[in-house]
């Protein structure tokens, strides 16, 4: 399997093209079996970021999946995790988010600890390969059936397509139902 077509993109095995993965993401998928379930894309860097992905390949923005990092405190402990959602909706990070990490205020990681933290590139992060003991939070719309989603592949210049319902199914996953809001209409 592991070969998808959405809009512009068509993918190859991640087992085929290895070079365009993230290490940690690269053990992931082969400690879990994947390597030939998810498929790669090679982009250009420049249009890694979500919107820019969506408009130079002619994506539905329901086929592209953020991964982002958040933390909190509770009594000097930190809590970090990261949630998947859909991108047309953003992670309820000061309600649903705060209260699974039973934090008193949760908050998107700054860009330069995510990156060590991950060993993944900014604006390529993936809940695939993420430090053990983190919780990865999706959307339950993530994971709804017949939904193959676009992430990133731990580094700006390709992007994972793969069944959403794979995301739910990573050790650490929690599926949330309203983890993501809907973003308002422009």
């Known amino acids: 399997m592991g070969v998808f077509t959405l809009g512009g993109l068509t993918t190859a095995p991640a087992s085929s093209r290895t070079e365009l993965l993230a290490s940690p993401t690269l053990d992931a998928l082969g400690a879990l079996g994947w390597l030939d379930e998810v498929g790669v894309v090679e982009i250009d860097p420049d249009v890694s970021d979500t919107a820019a992905t969506q408009e130079r390949f002619g994506l539905a923005a329901d086929t592209l ?23 047309t909706t953003r992670a309820d990070v000061n309600g649903t988010v705060k209260r699974l990490l039973d934090v008193r205020k949760a908050s998107f990681l700054p860009m330069e600890r995510a990156v060590e933290l991950t060993g993944m590139e900014y604006g ?59 973003l308002p209409v422009r």
């Open 65 to 87: 999946a953020n991964c982002v990092v958040v933390g909190g405190k509770r009594e000097g402990v930190e809590s970090i995790a990261a949630c998947v959602v859909l991108a």
């Open 124 to 182: 390529g992060i993936t809940p695939i390969g993420l430090p053990a003991g983190w919780p990865v939070l999706v959307d339950s719309r993530v994971v709804a059936d017949g939904v193959v989603v676009i992430i990133g592949s731990g580094v700006r210049r390709s992007k994972l397509l793969l069944p959403g319902r794979l995301l739910g199914a990573l050790p650490s996953a929690q599926v949330i139902d309203g983890l993501g809001m809907e």
